[in-house]
DNA sequence: CGATCTCCGTTCAAAATCCGAACTTACGTT
DNA sequence: AACGTAAGTTCGGATTTTGAACGGAGATCG
């Protein structure tokens, strides 16, 4: 399989990691996701060659994970913006930072603190079943092959 | 910045990547979940070379979200098994299987349900802040400076 | 007016990475 | 003896990624 054969698959997971399953595009993400949206921002944050911002900006504008949309004329620039459907693509970026907070995390703590304005408090992400808002752990789910997969498809275990 | 280079950044979603950021290791972590344990499962899964798969589970192993532990002796086969530290990747990928099934899925509907032992119901995951409970969007989140972050360190925004 | 600066890219050769295919080891099976 | 299976390793060529330079459209400086 090529990574291009991914958005192809016939599994969900495959579909997104071929719009977002790349380390910078995914690094851009949390950028945007901090208030990031220039060109030059990205570049000069994450220190990578520019044909690679650029390359992922397109993608993810192609994808409609992104808007462009110009902030002045004379010269024209543009900005990155999230869609509706980049925003929801927050719960996988706090995911990871939760991970990450909380087996890489030094001594001193996290590097980032996220405050719920909801309710005022530092928080961390917690993912609850949509039907009875119990907590999910890995081993309280049960999958199985959905109406989404043809039935001479490949079984997907 | 290099790849290799993710991992010292005062940045969790930079330390999660520099260990799960690829698409292999991401869709193999995606099988692991659906019960896939030995490396000719993955290869034959995922049709990626032979080398990859190695290298992928021999990071994933290093890192200890995953367990290389003999099942049969004579000759001996392992078999990878998660971690607490693995299954704790959970939320990852329960948060990119939602977006996938959201904006992905056909007409027909996802390729694969869980179903959530708890309650018995076909679910999705929903995020919800630790303290208050309440579901958590992009819009709601105030993000600062934590104190693991050394002063002179790069500012975050 | 000419020089330099900013922002947003494009181009290109060199370096790093990935891939397929074959090979290896160590057993079991026919 | 020949074949099959599981789990890799090796290697040369194809693909990606990178750094560094270049372009262009206007703004600003002197």
Same mark, same amino acid.
Not at 20 to 35: A, K
């Given at each position: 399989? =090529?990574? /291009? /054969?991914?958005?192809?698959?016939?599994? @969900?997971?495959?579909? @997104?990691?071929?719009?977002?399953?790349?380390?910078?595009?995914?690094?851009?993400?949390?950028?945007? #996701?901090?208030?990031?949206?220039? #060109? $030059?921002? #990205?570049?000069?944050?994450?220190?990578?060659?520019? @044909?690679?911002? &650029?390359?992922?900006?397109?993608?993810?504008?192609? $994808? +409609?994970?992104?808007?462009?949309?110009?902030?002045? /004329?004379?010269?024209?620039?543009? $900005?990155?913006?999230?869609?509706? =459907? +980049?925003?929801?693509?927050?719960?996988?970026?706090?995911?990871?930072? /939760?991970?990450?907070?909380?087996?890489?995390? +030094? !001594?001193?703590?996290?590097?980032?603190?996220?405050?719920?304005?909801?309710? +005022?408090?530092? #928080?961390?992400?917690?993912?609850?079943?949509?039907?009875?808002? !119990?907590?999910? &752990?890995?081993?309280?789910? !049960?999958?199985?092959?959905?109406?989404?997969?043809?039935?001479?498809?490949?079984?997907?275990?």
């Amino acid at each position: 399989m =090529k990574w /291009d /054969d991914l958005a192809q698959e016939p599994c @969900s997971v495959a579909r @997104s990691l071929a719009v977002i399953g790349d380390r910078w595009t995914l690094m851009i993400l949390r950028d945007i #996701f901090l208030g990031v949206r220039r #060109f $030059e921002a #990205f570049q000069a944050r994450l220190g990578i060659s520019r @044909s690679i911002v &650029t390359e992922r900006l397109n993608l993810l504008v192609a $994808e +409609g994970v992104l808007e462009r949309r110009p902030y002045q /004329d004379r010269p024209v620039r543009h $900005e990155y913006r999230l869609t509706d =459907k +980049g925003l929801d693509l927050h719960p996988v970026i706090m995911a990871i930072v /939760d991970w990450g907070d909380r087996y890489y995390a +030094g !001594e001193a703590g996290p590097p980032i603190l996220r405050r719920h304005k909801g309710c +005022g408090c530092d #928080f961390h992400a917690v993912q609850v079943c949509s039907e009875c808002g !119990e907590p999910v &752990t890995a081993r309280d789910v !049960e999958a199985r092959q959905g109406p989404g997969v043809a039935p001479e498809a490949k079984p997907v275990a």
